[in-house]
């Protein structure tokens, strides 16, 4: 969504922006994004593609995380969640 961009990144252009924080020091890595959906299409389409057996793993632990009940402190939240929490 565009409108939770910073200002800095809208002013900027840019259309996404990802970063994490770790122990205080951001780690912001937005860059190298734009064609990776392409570039997976490609090597899929040439039979070097990630199968079933490779994803499962993934999914799963998608899976789990997004079904969880978060727990302890909510000192350090991202501010997406805090919206909710």
Same mark, same amino acid.
């Given at each position: 969504?565009? =409108?939770? /961009? @910073?200002?800095?990144?809208?002013? =900027?252009?840019? +259309?996404? #922006? !990802?970063?994490?924080? /770790?122990? %205080?020091?951001?780690?912001?890595?937005?860059?190298?994004? &734009?064609?990776?959906? &392409?570039?997976? #299409?490609? !090597?899929?389409? $040439?039979?070097?593609? *990630?199968? /079933?057996?490779?994803?499962? @793993?993934?999914?799963? /632990?998608?899976?789990?995380? !997004?079904?969880? &009940? @978060?727990? %302890?402190?909510?000192? +350090?939240?991202? @501010? *997406?969640? =805090?919206?909710? $929490?």
């Amino acid at each position: 969504n565009e =409108k939770s /961009l @910073p200002e800095d990144v809208k002013s =900027k252009g840019q +259309r996404t #922006y !990802r970063s994490i924080t /770790l122990d %205080g020091e951001e780690i912001e890595f937005s860059g190298g994004f &734009t064609d990776l959906h &392409t570039k997976v #299409y490609e !090597r899929t389409l $040439a039979g070097n593609g *990630f199968t /079933l057996e490779d994803s499962k @793993p993934a999914i799963e /632990l998608v899976h789990d995380i !997004r079904t969880m &009940t @978060p727990t %302890g402190s909510t000192a +350090r939240i991202h @501010p *997406f969640v =805090k919206k909710d $929490a």
